[in-house]
């Protein structure tokens, strides 16, 4: 189909609902009496709707962009506009964030990027109205090529804008080695496979790790940037109110976020499988009457009062926040000529990649608990011996699943029970691969609403909906790992071809 008739077509999906057929005044209520299949489905195609449209709108922009490169300012400055960031501001209404946005993803769909408009510029000599706002900054915009499977799939419709940019700006720039570019186009193939019902923050994370895993040495670089750009700024404003900017580099970012999530788990939806006293205190703290965002403030103004001083109870309660770094054995264990130790880690919850001479500190500092897995990532089998998985298999269970495995859901492994799929009442065993993870909430509306996971043999896990069978017609629920170290395990069954990249 052509581009108009695919977009006509996403206006006559919407148009057969007869209930839109009112005076706009009227949208409100038209909406509120429809059921709820009708207002999901309304809602469906209105992004399908706004998803063409998304894509007329970034390939206009780019060829704004591209007309606008002469020195005098070409089309935007025909029209009184210093720069086409102004530009598609004033048409679009929106913030300069968002115009800055349009651009970036627009100038990546040039053949030849327009002089000036790579995305990294920003901050490093580009035009001042052309650089990224604060939170926009991206890596430089790499070369065509390895993206062209991107570009084609956005421009299709396969996948949307916003996956678009966080795949590209995962990814980043692919190496000088040889065959580095074909490489990048299997990663982002994949990556184009898996997005459909992925967050867009998980798809760009995983982007971010395929980047890290296969460029260990620009993931080094990468980390010495962020720990270099690490800053506190205070300030008092003009009512003398003072304010606080942080920004972390990988680890103690991860640090921080544990000991929140260690204090406030019960809050934030954490585990149920507690001791009675920690039970006791969990429900305490569910019903003290501050908000999470004050009593995160309470508890990291008594850590500094408290400093070194203070007994690791007193301040984080019944669990004792740390970090899991996760290393693929045969990755890390040769040094470089100054004596660091190559390869690269990853931080359990989110992935993000630590290198080589942290990971030694850490080795140094806490050691190392080693977790061996089959072909397909299925670790550490313990039968019915013992009804609760082990440490070492929830270490496991997180490396696999990344976290709570029910689609669309973004919790951490740190968050996450261990269910088993076939019931221990019924004879099911503590094997990981017949466990997944599941946060608290989808883990009691399994239980509660009658939902099931089923897995046949080492196949993908499958969710069931009350009252469905295994054998029901229509396509199965797949879960998938939200692990960004999934696609890593040897060999990885459903990344077919990447070894062969």
């Excluded at 994949?190 to 923050?201: C, K, S």
């Excluded at 990649?353 to 990971?359: E, F, I």
């Amino acid at each position: 189909m052509t581009f108009l008739a695919e977009l006509t077509s996403r206006v006559v999906a919407v148009r057969t609902c007869a209930a839109l057929d009112v005076e706009p005044g009227e949208l409100l209520p038209a909406v509120r009496a429809l059921d709820d299949e009708a207002v999901v489905g309304l809602l469906s195609g209105a992004q399908e709707l706004v998803a063409w449209a998304e894509r007329l709108k970034v390939v206009t922009a780019a060829v704004i962009a591209e007309r606008s490169g002469s020195p005098q300012g070409g089309l935007s400055g025909a029209r009184g506009h210093r720069s086409p960031v102004q530009l598609v501001q004033e048409i679009t209404g929106g913030t300069r964030a968002d115009a800055f946005r349009t651009l970036r993803v627009g100038r990546g769909l040039l053949d030849e990027e327009a002089p000036g408009a790579d995305a990294g510029s920003a901050g490093r000599g580009g035009p001042a109205e052309d650089r990224a706002p604060d939170g926009a900054v991206g890596e430089p915009v790499p070369p065509r090529a390895w993206d062209e499977p991107v570009r084609c799939a956005m421009l299709e419709g396969r996948i949307s804008v916003p996956q678009h940019d966080a795949i590209r700006r995962g990814l980043g720039r692919p190496t000088g080695e040889a065959d580095a570019a074909r490489v990048w186009a299997v990663a982002a193939e994949q990556l184009i496979d898996e997005a459909r019902g992925l967050p867009v923050e998980e798809l760009g994370r995983r982007a971010r790790a395929m980047r890290d895993r296969l460029d260990p040495i620009g993931a080094r670089e990468r980390y010495e940037r962020q720990y270099e750009a690490r800053s506190w700024r205070m300030w008092t404003d003009e009512d003398g109110a003072r304010h606080a900017r942080i920004d972390f580099d990988h680890e103690m970012g991860a640090w921080v976020e544990a000991i929140r999530d260690a204090a406030l788990r019960p809050r934030r939806g954490g585990p149920r499988f507690l001791t009675d006293e920690q039970r006791a205190e969990a429900a305490l703290l569910e019903r003290d009457s501050r908000t999470n965002d004050q009593l995160a403030y309470d508890l990291m103004t008594d850590l500094l009062r408290a400093g070194a001083l203070a007994r690791s109870e007193d301040v984080f309660g019944a669990r004792q926040p740390g970090v899991r770094m996760v290393v693929f054995k045969d990755a890390v264990g040769r040094r470089d000529a100054f004596g660091r130790l190559l390869g690269i880690g990853h931080i359990e919850d989110g992935g993000e990649a630590v290198p080589g001479p942290v990971l030694d500190r850490s080795l140094c500092d806490a050691g190392a608990v080693e977790v061996t897995v089959d072909s397909c990532g299925n670790p550490l089998d313990v039968g019915r011996e013992q009804r609760l998985f082990t440490a070492k298999q929830r270490i496991a269970l997180a490396v696999r699943d990344g976290g709570c495995i029910w689609p669309g859901c973004d919790r951490p492994p740190s968050y996450c029970e261990a269910h088993h799929i076939d019931g221990w009442a019924g004879g099911g065993r503590t094997d990981t691969e017949r466990g997944v993870l599941l946060c608290r909430f989808h883990h009691l509306l399994l239980h509660n609403q009658g939902w099931r996971i089923t897995r046949p043999g080492l196949g993908a896990f499958r969710l069931l909906p009350p009252g469905a069978r295994e054998r029901d017609e229509g396509d199965p629920i797949v879960l998938r790992s939200r692990s960004p170290l999934r696609w890593a395990f040897d060999p990885p069954p459903d990344r077919a071809g990447w070894r062969a990249a």
